[in-house]
Structure formats: structure tokens, C-alpha cells
């Protein structure tokens, strides 16, 4: 008997036209749309970007099926695959993902071993022994490798809960071994400073300042502080300054090396270099020059001290005047000196110095210098520490004047540092001393130390070695500012002479009979007396024409776009920061009187120079 086949019901048969309609809509392969913000995101994700693994150490799981066996036992994964790599069956691709794969394993451990590993395998990636196996640049992985390796070394020389570094030569554990790492002390030599606190700079950010210059290479970008080598050895470096320099581990046939259970590596630092040779190749190194301005700012706090740095001992934090260097001395570099202004500091030339530092031109030729000075005091006797400084410090960098370079030098004052500058480079006779006395100065009878100093500052003559002068922002006519009485008679209140000036002017104002007296002056006049424009002072620096031989430049900001005669920087009129006889003058549009930040004044700082490099005849380094 024939057996019906009974009717499959609609309920059942509706199921299976759904699971198979399912089925067909949902292809087990396919492709999405994404943004090109997304697509680049997704392409620049790696172990330091997003905390996981980048797409191509992913691959090479997958590849050798380890995916799972790394999630529940890295050590395991990491030893197999460095087992390849000694056998030579694996290539540059599971390199880079140990390398990738070890990073992300100390991070999480906190494992100096493994951090050291990273850095090991990174290097090997980036620097085979055969340099036609090395990366191309082009190669994301290329920049990745090396951020991994200053990120292992980072984590391998960190002192412990420090901010700093362990260059000590020592033997270092691995994962499955030793290093002996051998540092080159010769390296920490300064000049006749020593390196001291080695900081890592890539984890700070840098605030106030308006550009941070870091060039991408091999190696840590630190800042070093410093000490001298001779604690009893005086020396023209700012005790503050932070020198940018760059650690750096390096191995002999690295991946024969992940082979052995001991292993050897050659640390060095390298102050402010350019590139290091590896492997026959110029390699450029990992270098961060704004972070360590930034920290020395930071040290000086210079913001609290450019009050009484106008004000003098009234707040009982006087500084003397001083020149100071923020590199060693070295023959063949022109000096670039800078002058701040009034109630100012050496800090606000932060900018401008970090954008020139960062042209290779300027670091390799100029040497930049800093004169700090008690802005209060009396323009001349401020100019004359400034003056006195420069030969001081000629005559002890170059005694037997074998260095033509240093008789190059440009000086750069900003406001009041200007009129500074300028005494630098006019020969004043007895302009000076009459626009103060009637008395002809040889028939003055005053203490001997009295007439020497009056001397020293009222009678100038041009520094032989100070061939080009800028001035910014400049009040030759004098400040509108400062013309008002009860301005100049309040800042005479409050500012505090020092004391061997005190003294002159005792023995200069002092005299009650009038038949006696040697000025109808009743005081030491300020600074600011001094840039009052009705005072014979800075009339008759006005008409002082710049030294023969000596080239000036002139930038002038203005706040607005008006006529010339009626502009101003809101401290300085157009009208009294123009010169006659500069060689150029900029104008500056809109900028205020604290112009030394804006990007055209530094450019324009930068042309004079370069055209002091070109002119002066010390283009070749030496």
C-alpha cells in the first residue's frame, strides 16, 4: 500500500522561506563604508596610540594561531615566537609584533624585563644586520618601532618611583636572560659642565609657549640639568638651564643577539645632536628642544622676579647684573646677546629663542647670550654693567683674541634694553656728563672709587667687538609713558639703588651749599626719569650717532594701521622709536609693545642674522 506524503503545513514552510531569506541577506563576507577620519584612525591604531595591538601584530597571530594563546598566556607566545625568530623561519613582520606584543605585556605588568625586550625587538626590526632587510620609511611600522623602543627604554631606565633616568652602566634582566649594559660617561661632559638629572620630556606638555619644535629620530628626548665640573670654577652658564640631548641603547647584530641568553648593549647620551651613525647610515635622533626652555622657565620663575628686578633691594631679592650663556663657550660661534626692557626679564625672549634655535642654520653658527639687570636703575650706570659684562666675558672666553668669530657680535635689546644696546656702539665724549653738570669734569673734586665709576658710566665709548645691533620696540625720543611727574616721582620712591651707586650720588647730589654743588639735579634719576622725553639724558642719546662699521636695525611694532606720526605700540610712540641711519627698519602691524613673540619680529630677527652669518665670514663651522 502506498504510504501519502501528508502536506507540509504554510506555518512551516513560512519558517524556512524566512531562515533561508536570512541566510542569503547576511554573506559571511562584505565590506563597510567608513570616513576618512575613521579609515585613518583605524590605520594609525597601535599598542601606544590605543592600548591594543595594531592590525599587523593581529595578522601574525592569526597567522600562527596564537590569538587565543596570547589572550590567556602571553609568556608562552612571546618565547615561541622568539624561538622562530632564533631559528631564522620567522622574518621582519614577527619581529615587529614581539616588539609590539612585549610593549603591551609591560605595560600591563609593569615589567622592566619585557620593557627592555620591546626595545630589543624594536631595535631589530628597525636595524638588521643586513641593512636590505631594514624597513622602508614608508612603513608605519617604521615610526612605530621607534617610539616603541623609547617607550621600553623609558619604562627600563626609570629609577625607581622617579621622574628621572638610571644611565649607570649594569647587567639588566630579560625575559629569558641578562643584559650587560655598558654606559659611556664621556657623554655626560658638558663642556666644563657635567649632565646631572636626566629627564624624559616626551610625557610632559609644554604650556605658554607658543610652538614646541620636536624632531622624530631613535632614541629618548631628555632635558639634563647641570653642575660644574670644578665647584670653585665660576663660569657664564645659567645655573637653571636644561640642555636637550638624547638617550640612546644600542646593539651589535641585534637579531643574533635575541638568540643568546646573555646580551650586551652600549648606552649613551648625546647632547643636542643631530644624528647618530648605525649600521653605516646617518640616523636621525629623537630630540625635543622647546620641553627644556620650558623647564628652565619653570625653575627660574622668572615671572615673580621681574618686579624687583625693577625695583631693586626694596623687596629685599636684589640681583646683581649678569650675563649668562645657555651653551658652552665654543670657538667659532657669533655671540647673539640679548637685552631685556623694563620690569622685564631674559624669560621673554623664550619665543623668539625657541623659534631661532630651531633653524639648523642659527644652532650651528650663533651662541646666544642673556644680560639680566636691575631695570630701575639709571639707564647709563645699567649700560655701563652691560658693557663692562661683554669685556669681561671676551677677554675670559678668548684672552689671546684667537676666536674672530667673538668679535662679531650682535646685541638685540628690546624697550629699555634698546637705549642699553645702543650705548654699546656710540662714543659719547662729555655729552653725558654735561647734559648733568656745568662743571667740566677734570675740575670735579669727588672720591677717587666716586669719580671712576661716574667716569665708567657717563663717558662711552663703542665696543670694538660688537658689530651689528637690533632695537625693538625702542624709545630713542623717550616713553610718553614716562613723562608724567607723578610717574617718575612715585618710581622714585620705590626703586632701590645699589649700593655703589647710592654712594656717588651721595658724593654728586649730596652738597647743601649751593656754591658747592656739582648739578642743579636734587637726585639720582631712574630709569624711568631717564626715557621721560623732556629729560637731557635721553635727548642726548638721541643725537649720538651709531659707531662707523657698526650696522643697526630697527623693528617697530604699531598697534594699528593709522599714519606713522600718530602710531604706537601703546608704550612707545612710532615717532621716538625711529632712527636715522639703520640699515632697516620693520614695522610690525598690529603688534603691542611686547612684540618679541610675534612671528614677524622673529623673522626679521632671523634675516639680520643670517645676513651677519654671510657677511661676518664664520659660515663654516669650526
Known sequence: MTRRRSPRSPRCAGVAILICTSLACSAPVGVKRLSPREEYRSLAANVLTSGNLSDQTQIVLRQHGLTAAFDEDPNYVLARLREDIASGTADNTEIFALAEMSSL???????????????????????????????????????????????????????????????????????????????????????????????PVAEYEVVGMQNRYRHRGIGIAVGATTTRADPNREDLIADVVRVPATVLLRFDDPRVQIADTDLQGRLDIIADGGAVEIGGEQIPLEMDRTAPLAGALVETAFWKQELSLFLGDVLGVRRSARLRMTQPYHPGLIPVVFVHGTASSPARWA??????????????????????????????????????????????????????????????????????????????????????????????????????????????????????????????????????????????????????????????????????????????????????????????????????????HSIIPCEGFGPLDDESDGVVRYPSAHIEGVESEKLVRPSSHSTQSNPETVNEVRRILLLQLEQSGCEKKQ
Open 105 to 199: 605585556w609591560a605595560a600591563q605588568t609593569d615589567s622592566k624585563p619585557y620593557a627592555l625586550a620591546s626595545a630589543l625587538y624594536a631595535y631589530a626590526f628597525l636595524f638588521p644586520d643586513d641593512p636590505a632587510q631594514r624597513p622602508q620609511g614608508i612603513d608605519s611600522r617604521y615610526r612605530w618601532a621607534a617610539d616603541i623602543y623609547a617607550a621600553g627604554l623609558t619604562q627600563t631606565l626609570r629609577t625607581p618611583g622617579g621622574d628621572s633616568l638610571d644611565l649607570s652602566s649594569r647587567t639588566l634582566p630579560l625575559p629569558w636572560g641578562t643584559m650587560v649594559v655598558d654606559f659611556n660617561r664621556a657623554g655626560l661632559a658638558w663642556g666644563d659642565r657635567m649632565l646631572k638629572k636626566i629627564i
Open 351 to 552: 619665543d623668539m629663542v625657541n623659534d631661532l634655535w630651531d633653524d639648523p642654520l642659527i644652532r650651528e653658527h650663533f651662541q646666544f647670550w642673556f644680560f639680566s639687570y636691575d631695570s630701575g636703575n639709571p639707564i647709563a650706570y645699567s649700560a655701563m654693567l652691560l658693557r663692562r659684562s661683554l669685556k669681561e666675558a671676551v677677554a675670559q672666553l678668548d684672552p689671546h683674541g684667537d676666536d674672530p668669530c667673538l668679535q662679531q657680535m650682535v646685541v638685540i635689546g628690546h624697550s629699555q634694553g634698546g637705549l642699553l644696546t645702543k650705548m654699546t656702539v656710540v662714543n659719547s665724549g662729555p655729552v653725558f656728563w654735561d647734559s648733568l653738570s656745568k662743571l667740566p669734569f677734570d675740575q670735579v673734586r669727588m672720591p677717587e672709587k666716586s669719580q671712576n665709576l661716574v667716569k665708567e658710566v657717563l663717558f662711552v665709548e663703542p665696543l670694538p667687538f660688537v658689530t651689528r645691533v637690533i632695537f625693538i620696540a625702542t624709545p630713542h625720543q623717550g616713553s610718553y609713558l614716562a613723562g608724567p611727574d607723578f610717574v617718575r616721582r612715585l618710581a622714585a620712591k620705590m626703586i632701590s639703588m645699589p649700593r655703589e651707586l647710592t654712594t656717588a650720588s651721595a658724593d654728586i647730589f649730596g652738597a647743601t651749599d649751593p656754591a658747592m654743588r656739582i648739578t642743579s639735579m636734587e637726585r639720582m634719576p631712574t630709569s624711568i626719569d631717564n626715557m621721560s622725553p623732556r629729560q637731557p639724558f635721553i635727548k642726548a642719546l638721541s643725537n649720538l650717532p651709531i659707531a662707523p662699521g657698526v650696522r643697526a
